[in-house]
């Protein structure tokens, strides 16, 4: 695996570097340790406090690992429209897991997200990077059979 | 030798979420497959007929929708096309829903593979910017003023005027920050031109970056758009490589490029200034104005911000005269708007059309009736800080005026349709619940007042007939509107008053 130094060493060169070094970080580590903390605030020469200050507006960047598959169910109007709370809640109570929240085996992690521009098509779900349309509950179980 | 059928496929983020993908894994394994051509083309924008996979043979190109069909039955490509040929397959440039629309910026999603750059370029694409390198600047931006462009990202600022502001200033380094955070529910105009048109965006760009002095060029792409991002990111590559983007474009002594960054989940950072906070690399929060970004934007450049679908029009509009595009309307309202008709409504998806046409007639001509069957209840429009339309208000006009004068906006042209189960009380608290969760939280009506907003309606809804608790919603949005320095505390009042004024006794008794 690529060292962190290098990951984030690339993104130093360039205007408003930060964001992209977040996003390499949690792309390769699946969150921003305390670890990757230090390093950014150095190569970007930032105190620790004032990365995390940046990194801890943005829901995308998270300072614990999230599941082997995260699961986001779209809670915008348009898929309101088409009943997705009943949907959320179907899910939450299916993985026992509250919005935000990760399965004990680390399997699953469940989030809500405001739109996946599918709104025409909803209710919609995002499985990892795939969008689902339609969604109910059936067709997301059965596509995360399909992925293990 | 015959010409090889050609079967298209989209790729596309609506068509992909109902089967496209699989359809295509299966179609590209059939016996025999080698004798047609597979293209991966974009969506035609008619949603609810995805995924509609089309065959073209001698010339003629016809489609059929493929929802919910298993097609790992079929095992030579012979099974598919008698298959496709029974189900009736139709030329869905015939059908109303596209024929009726004016389709002026998305004249070419879906017709073929969107990074296919000769195609775009054979389809009338990169004409509008190898004429504009010969032009003088001020001529391009005098065009875009007369056509009376407003910006499509949500308030409507004229287009040309802002693009004068950053020509005017004398700076040896000027950004253009396209603004791709698309973050209204209800809309996806931005992602279909991303995803099904990419070249037209770039070409957009590099204009108005030609117009305006600009030699760097960010585009902030909202993290929730995969496809999009795999599709810029090969386009831009193919622009370079074919000399439109980088140094000395088309053998002109014009420079640009354009840098690709991702946002990270967050509603606000589709403001335009803290758009710029996240670019730079900080907390997404709200600066106050002036500076305009215009004047001192980007890293204390002079920034031109304009959205997606702004840049996109771009290209057509220098291609045809300016008043081809300011006759098309009047007033603010000129040009086309991509309307995008969702939520629960059988015939989903883009409509390109003049402003000058009534919710009614959006409904009727395009989408006809709910998904479930039921009466519709509520319309709204404009997505979280526009307004919720009753049943009744069909004549509404969907101009940028007749919307302003109910204290609406055409935002970015997001129309969500619920039926007569929606509870209308829920919707003004989600307005409330939506600011709480997304405000930058830099000024406290906006940041307390929306989760206290959140209470209220909590409490009306066991009580609807509080006078006390009226009153008090009623003063908190007056203080909300007054007193927050951008829109997003500014106007999430204005659903919850249009829930109030147009759906009685659904929140507040009267
Ligand atoms: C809370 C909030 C969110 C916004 N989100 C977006 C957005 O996602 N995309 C967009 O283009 N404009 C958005 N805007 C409007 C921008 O601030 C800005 O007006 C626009 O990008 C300018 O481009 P235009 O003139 O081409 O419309 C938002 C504004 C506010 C107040
Ligand atoms: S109104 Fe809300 S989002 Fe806008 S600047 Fe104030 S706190 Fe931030
Ligand atoms: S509102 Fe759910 S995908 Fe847009």
New interface residues.
Partial sequence: MKKLKETIKSFTEIEGGLMPALHAVQEQEGHISKNAISELAHAFNYSKAEVLDVLTYYDDFTLEPSGEHVIRVCGAEACQSLKSKELTDLLTDHFGLNLGETTSDSKITLKEVFCLGNCALGPSVMINQTVIGEADKDKVLSFLDNIE | MNTPIKIYIPNE??S???GA?EAHRTISRLKGIEEARIIRNGSWGA??L?PFIEVEKEGHRKGVCYKSVDLSTFNTIDDFLKDFESRQPFDIREIDFIKKQKRIVFSRIGMDDPLDISFYQNSGGYSALKNALNLDQQTIIDKIKKSGLTGRGGAAFPTGIKMQTVSDQDNSLKYLACNAD???????S??LIMESDPFALIEGMTIAAFAVGASKGFIYLR????LAKTYLTRAIEIARKNNFLGKNIQSSDFDFDI?L???????VCGEETAMME???????LVRSKPPLPAINGL?DRPTLINNVVTLATIPPLLNGSHSDFSDLGSGKSTGTMPF?????IQQ??LVETGFDITIGEIIENYGKGT?TGMPIHAI?IG??LGIYLSSKMMSTKLTIESLQTIKGSVGHG?I????DT?DMSE?AK?AME?CA??SCGKCTPCRIGSIRGVEIIDRLQKNSSSKEDSILLNELCKTMEATSLCAMGGMTPNPIYSIINNFPNELIDE
């Fill in positions: 983020t609506a992909n979420s109902v993908i949603f609810w995805e698309e973050g209204d529910g209800g809309t996806f931005d992602r993290s929730e758009y995969p840098d960054r991702i946002g990270a989940g967050s509603y996240s670019i730079e690399g900080r907390r997404g890293f995008q008709l969702c939520g629960n989903s998806g998904k709204q997505g979280p997001g969500v349709i619920f039926d929606v919707q989600f939506f969760k997304e």
